[in-house]
Nanobody, 122 residues
Framework: VQLQAFGGGLVQAGGSLRLSCAASGRYAMGWFRQAPGKEREFVAALSRSGLYTFYADSVKGRFTISRDDAKNTVYLQMNSLKPEDTAVYYC????????????????????WGQGTQVTVSS
């Protein structure tokens, strides 16, 4: 599985960014982030079918994970960004036969993209 994440950048608090992750196939997908000095944490997950999602409480209502099958790309739309959202964001993929399962921990994923920096200024 080849994953390539992009779309990060510098944005003011309250602004929006959309991250993209191009995947060479159809998988259950996840987004994670890691802030300086902190452990990697779960952000959002999407089932292989694209019908099921799950979000961390800290981003629920602000972030949306989705996919475009024609482009083999998964997106993380991030709105109402806060300084505490500053981190390196990683996309991850998991091969599964299940169309409905979502995966919430780093250990659930074997395939990772290279990360993209998101910085939110106050």
């Amino acid at each position: 599985v080849q994953l390539q994440a992009f779309g990060g950048g510098l944005v003011q608090a309250g602004g929006s960014l959309r991250l993209s992750c191009a995947a060479s196939g159809r998988y259950a997908m996840g987004w994670f982030r890691q802030a300086p000095g902190k452990e990697r944490e779960f952000v959002a997950a999407l089932s292989r079918s694209g019908l099921y999602t799950f979000y961390a409480d800290s981003v629920k209502g602000r972030f949306t994970i989705s996919r475009d099958d024609a482009k083999n790309t998964v997106y993380l739309q991030m709105n109402s960004l806060k300084p505490e959202d500053t981190a390196v964001y990683y996309c991850a993929a998991r091969f599964t036969l299940s169309g409905s399962s979502v995966y919430l921990t780093s250990e659930d994923y074997l395939n990772w993209g290279q990360g993209t920096q998101v910085t939110v200024s106050s």
